[in-house]
């Protein structure tokens, strides 16, 4: 994709960062731990699994140097994520397919999993979604 890009032309790369979603929004709410620890597990799983890089969002910049693009500007933004919200849906889903081997891994357990997904659909609970990062240059002369 870089190399399509005309001399002078520019490219945009996003990805998102789950960094940090790690965190409720409401930290009293009590199934803030649980919260935390399931979805920290979860991102660990799956980076160990080699399934996805969820702190990859961060790197768009350096691979934008690595590039040798010029110009280059990064900026991220997050928004807070009300359980029930069609976005949880996708966190659901991911969190459902990948916690049977993590319960057989012993990094979940069923009551923690349910306790999560419940969270996730309970419109008072709300959590910051992920820092989708954005990076753009112009590829040199």
Excluded at 26 to 50: I, N
Excluded at 103 to 110: D, E, N, R
């Amino acid at each position: 994709m870089a190399e399509a890009v005309r001399p002078g032309g520019w490219l945009l790369l996003e990805e998102a960062d789950y960094g940090f979603s790690t965190l409720t929004a409401e930290v009293a709410d009590s199934s803030y731990s649980v919260f935390v620890s399931t979805f920290q597990a979860l991102f660990g799983f799956l980076r160990e699994k080699g399934i996805l890089d969820p702190y990859f969002g961060r790197k768009v910049r350096r691979l934008m140097e690595q590039l040798g693009y010029t110009d280059i500007v990064q900026e991220g933004w997050s928004r807070i994520v009300q359980g029930g919200e069609p976005y949880t849906r996708f966190t659901t889903i991911t969190l459902q397919a990948a916690a049977k081997p993590m319960i057989v891994a012993g990094l979940l357990t069923q009551e923690q999993y349910e306790t999560v997904q419940r969270s996730l659909m309970n419109p008072s609970f709300s959590y910051p979604g992920p820092t989708v990062f954005s990076a753009w240059g112009r590829r040199p002369l």
